[in-house]
């Protein structure tokens, strides 16, 4: 069963959807992670929401690195499938 979607024709707010959407959830729930980690840090103390505050900011370039690697990859197999090869 073949799962590939022509982005050339059709709606494109519809195709735009299909991809925005997953990343979306992705980013939301990246976030909710470090908001449990906020919260359940601040049982422990300032200290320790200090250090998740230091840690996130490395966090977040790792996580920008990988969404621009998952993109320019979605552009490579696109173009990939686009010329059949």
């Given at each position: 069963?073949?799962?590939?979607?022509?982005?050339?024709?059709?709606?494109?707010?519809?195709?735009?959807?299909?991809?925005?959407?997953?990343a979306g959830i992705g980013?939301?729930?990246?976030?909710?992670?470090?908001?449990?980690?906020?919260?359940?840090?601040?049982?422990?103390?300032?200290?320790?929401?200090?250090?998740?505050?230091?840690?996130?900011?490395?966090?977040?370039?790792?996580?920008?690195?990988?969404?621009?690697?998952?993109?320019?990859m979605t552009a490579l197999?696109?173009?990939?499938?686009?010329?059949?090869?």
């Amino acid at each position: 069963m073949s799962r590939t979607r022509n982005l050339s024709t059709g709606n494109i707010g519809e195709h735009f959807l299909h991809l925005a959407v997953p990343a979306g959830i992705g980013m939301l729930f990246t976030t909710l992670y470090n908001v449990v980690d906020v919260f359940f840090a601040g049982l422990i103390g300032t200290d320790a929401q200090a250090g998740l505050a230091i840690s996130f900011q490395a966090f977040f370039i790792f996580i920008t690195f990988g969404f621009g690697l998952s993109a320019a990859m979605t552009a490579l197999v696109g173009n990939a499938i686009g010329a059949k090869d």
